[in-house]
C-alpha cells in the first residue's frame, strides 16, 4: 500500500528488519547467479561514470551486472530487488561506515573483470548485510523519521 504524506508526496511502507534480511539474501542470490552465467567480455559491460551518492552507484553497479548477461527475466528481478532496497542502501553506511570504500572495490574488481573474486565479495557484502539487517532496519527509521520533520506544507 502506498500512504500519502504532506511533506513527502508518497511513501512506501518500511521493510522491517525480516523483510531486509530476505531482500539481501535474494538480492545475493540474483547476483551471484547473474555472476556464475557471465560470458564476458567485460568490456562491453563496463559502466558509464559513477553517481556519487553510495546508494545511487550500488545500485547501478547491480544493474550493470545484471545487464551483462542474457536473461532479461533475472535482469529484472534484480531491479525490483534493488528499487526495494534501495532507502535501506542509503542508510547503510550508518551501520557499515567503510561501506563506500568497500563499493569501490567490488566496482575495479568487475572492471578488470575478475569475477571469482567479485562473486567472493559479494557474497560477504550480502552476508553482512544480512546478518545486520536489524541494524539497517533501525538506521533506515531514523533517516525515515528525520527525513519526515517538515515546518511547511506548500500547496
Not at 5 to 32: F, K, T
Not at 38 to 63: C, E, H, M, V
Amino acid at each position: 500500500p502506498v500512504q500519502i504524506s504532506a511533506c513527502q508526496d508518497y511513501v512506501m511502507p518500511r521493510a522491517g528488519p525480516h523483510r531486509l534480511q530476505h531482500l539481501y539474501e535474494l538480492n545475493g542470490v540474483l547476483i551471484d547467479l547473474s555472476l556464475a552465467g557471465f560470458k564476458g567480455p567485460i568490456a562491453a559491460a563496463k559502466a558509464a561514470p559513477r553517481p556519487a551518492d553510495y546508494a545511487s552507484a550500488t545500485t547501478q553497479l547491480f544493474q550493470e551486472i545484471a545487464a551483462a548477461q542474457p536473461s532479461l527475466d533475472l535482469a529484472g528481478r534484480i531491479a525490483e530487488v534493488g528499487d526495494r532496497l534501495f532507502a535501506a542502501r542509503r542508510c547503510e553506511l550508518k551501520v557499515f561506515p567503510a561501506a563506500a570504500e568497500a563499493h569501490a572495490a567490488l566496482c575495479v574488481l568487475w572492471e578488470r573483470g575478475d569475477i571469482t573474486a567479485l562473486r567472493h565479495l559479494l557474497r560477504a557484502h550480502h552476508e553482512a548485510r544480512t546478518a545486520r539487517a536489524e541494524a539497517i532496519a533501525r538506521a533506515l527509521s531514523e533517516c525515515a523519521a528525520a527525513a519526515s520533520r517538515c515546518e511547511t506544507l506548500d500547496l
